[in-house]
């Protein structure tokens, strides 16, 4: 939560940097908490367009050293996972608002 509330009281400008200054040495040891850290938040169900603008914003700068290393590559597909449950999730609310909006407007139109 201390990272969370961390990055949201950043500007995005900030933020850039932020992700920008995160290293690949020793094992690659930040990139895999980042990861960490996006999974969490994801299976979270909480502050779900800023997840998604930081989960954007790493996958942009960190992409390619990711592709390269099995271990985030294994991270990033299990993000990938928990991203894909949750989407599914959130849909279905989203299918059955619609269902109900679209209900609600016949009953109108009667």
Not at 11 to 26: F, G, T, Y
């Amino acid at each position: 939560a201390d990272t969370l509330e961390f990055l949201l009281s950043l500007p995005p400008s900030a933020v850039d940097v932020e992700m920008r200054c995160l290293s690949d040495i020793d094992d690659a040891a930040e990139l895999v908490w980042m990861l960490e850290f996006l999974n969490r938040q994801v299976a979270s169900d909480n502050n779900f367009e800023m997840v998604q603008a930081y989960l954007n914003l790493f996958l942009n700068i960190h992409g390619e050293t990711i592709a390269s290393n099995p271990v985030l590559a294994a991270l990033c597909e299990t993000l990938r996972t928990t991203q894909a449950r949750h989407w599914r999730e959130l849909q279905s609310l989203l299918y059955s608002n619609l269902c109900v909006v679209d209900f609600l407007a016949h009953i109108q139109q009667s």
